[in-house]
C-alpha cells in the first residue's frame, strides 16, 4: 500500500506512541486523536471488554457526550446491531460492510443514539489476545462527509497488529503493577515442556512488564549482550521467534 507523505508521518506518529510505553488508556487517547488526523475523522471511542461481566468498560473518547456514551453503556448496547458483529472480526471493518445503509439509518441504535452526537460512518477495530478482546478502536465520520473507502479501512488494519502488541505489554504492565497477574506462575502455566532457568523466567517477566533490552540488562546487573543470549534461549525453548509471540503465549 502506498502512502502519501502526510500519511507516512501521520503514521510514523501512531508507531512512536505505540513503541512509547502509555499505559493503555493514554495509549488509546494518542491513538485515538492521530488516527482521527489520518482518516479525516471526526469522533472517537474505545474501550476494554470486561469478560468477566460481559460489558465493555474503561472508555475513552473524543468529541463525544459523556452522557451520550453513558446511555450507550446502559441502554442502547442492548439494543446495538453492529458492534457484536464487528467485534467478532479481527480485521478493520467498515460498518457499511456488515449492514445496508438504509438498513441501519432505521435502527434506533443509529437515530436515537449515533445521530445525536453526529456519528454517521464508522469503521471499528477489535485488538485480540489469544481469545480475548482486549481494546478497540471506534472511528466515525459526520454527515457532511463521505464513508471510509476500502484503502483507509486496509490502512487501517495494517496499523492494527501494532496497536493490538502495544495493547497486550500495557496490560500486562498493569496488570502486573496492580497484583492481578503473577508473571512467573503464568510463565510456569504457559510453559509446558519448556524447561527455562530461574533468569531466563526474570527476564521473561520483564518482558511481559514492557522493559527494553537494554533496562532489562540495568535492572539485573548484565550486559545487553546476555539478555539477548537469554532470549534466543528462551524463544527456542517456547518454539517462537519474539516478543510478540511470547506476549501471545502467556497473556491470555
Same mark, same amino acid.
Given at each position: 500500500? =502506498?502512502?502519501?507523505?502526510?500519511e507516512?508521518?501521520?503514521?510514523?506518529?501512531?508507531?512512536?506512541?505505540?513503541?512509547?510505553?502509555?499505559? +493503555?488508556?493514554?495509549?488509546?487517547?494518542? @491513538?485515538?486523536?492521530?488516527?482521527?488526523?489520518?482518516?479525516?475523522?471526526?469522533?472517537?471511542?474505545?474501550?476494554?471488554?470486561?469478560?468477566?461481566?460481559?460489558?465493555?468498560?474503561?472508555?475513552?473518547?473524543?468529541?463525544?457526550?459523556?452522557?451520550?456514551?453513558? &446511555?450507550?453503556?446502559?441502554?442502547?448496547?442492548?439494543?446495538?446491531?453492529?458492534t457484536?458483529?464487528?467485534?467478532?472480526?479481527?480485521?478493520?471493518?467498515?460498518?457499511?460492510?456488515?449492514?445496508?445503509?438504509?438498513?441501519?439509518?432505521?435502527?434506533?441504535?443509529?437515530?436515537?443514539?449515533?445521530?445525536r452526537?453526529?456519528?454517521?460512518?464508522? @469503521?471499528?477495530?477489535?485488538?485480540y489476545?489469544?481469545?480475548? =478482546?482486549?481494546?478497540?478502536?471506534?472511528?466515525?465520520?459526520?454527515?457532511?462527509?463521505?464513508?471510509? &473507502?476500502?484503502?483507509?479501512?486496509?490502512?487501517?488494519?495494517?496499523?492494527?497488529?501494532?496497536?493490538?502488541?502495544?495493547?497486550?505489554?500495557?496490560?500486562?504492565?498493569?496488570?502486573?503493577?496492580?497484583?492481578?497477574?503473577?508473571?512467573?506462575?503464568?510463565?510456569?502455566?504457559? +510453559?509446558?515442556?519448556?524447561v527455562?532457568?530461574?533468569?531466563?523466567?526474570?527476564?521473561? +517477566?520483564?518482558?511481559?512488564?514492557?522493559? &527494553?533490552?537494554?533496562?532489562i540488562?540495568?535492572?539485573?546487573?548484565?550486559?545487553?549482550?546476555?539478555?539477548?543470549?537469554?532470549?534466543?534461549?528462551?524463544?527456542?525453548?517456547?518454539?517462537?521467534?519474539?516478543?510478540?509471540?511470547?506476549?501471545?503465549? @502467556?497473556?491470555?
Open positions: 500500500m =502506498n502512502l502519501s507523505a502526510r507516512a508521518d501521520i503514521v510514523f506518529r501512531i508507531m512512536r506512541d505505540l513503541s512509547a510505553g502509555h499505559d +493503555a488508556r493514554e495509549l488509546r487517547l494518542r @491513538v485515538g486523536r492521530t488516527l482521527l488526523d489520518l482518516l479525516d475523522a471526526d469522533h472517537f471511542a474505545s474501550y476494554v471488554w470486561d469478560s468477566e461481566n460481559s460489558t465493555f468498560a474503561e472508555r475513552v473518547s473524543i468529541n463525544m457526550s459523556d452522557d451520550n456514551l453513558t &446511555s450507550y453503556e446502559t441502554y442502547y448496547r442492548f439494543r446495538d446491531p453492529i457484536p458483529v464487528l467485534q467478532r472480526r479481527r480485521s478493520a471493518t467498515g460498518v457499511s460492510e456488515i449492514m445496508a445503509r438504509r438498513r441501519f439509518e432505521k435502527t434506533e441504535f443509529f437515530n436515537d443514539f449515533l445521530a452526537d453526529g456519528l454517521h460512518f464508522g @469503521v471499528n477495530y477489535y485488538a489476545a489469544g481469545g480475548t =478482546n482486549i481494546g478497540d478502536l471506534r472511528i466515525w465520520r459526520g454527515k457532511n462527509k463521505e464513508d471510509f &473507502s476500502r484503502r483507509e479501512v486496509e490502512i487501517l488494519d495494517a496499523i492494527g497488529p501494532a496497536f493490538t502488541n502495544a495493547m497486550r505489554t500495557a496490560l500486562a504492565r498493569e496488570g502486573a503493577e496492580r497484583g492481578k497477574m503473577d508473571l512467573l506462575a503464568a510463565l510456569d502455566q504457559a +510453559a509446558d515442556s519448556a527455562l532457568t530461574a533468569r531466563e523466567k526474570e527476564i521473561c +517477566a520483564a518482558v511481559l512488564a514492557g522493559l &527494553s533490552d537494554q533496562k540488562a540495568d535492572k539485573y546487573g548484565i550486559s545487553f549482550t546476555t539478555v539477548r543470549s537469554h532470549l534466543k534461549h528462551i524463544y527456542e525453548k517456547f518454539g517462537i521467534s519474539g516478543r510478540t509471540q511470547l506476549l501471545s503465549k @502467556v497473556v491470555h
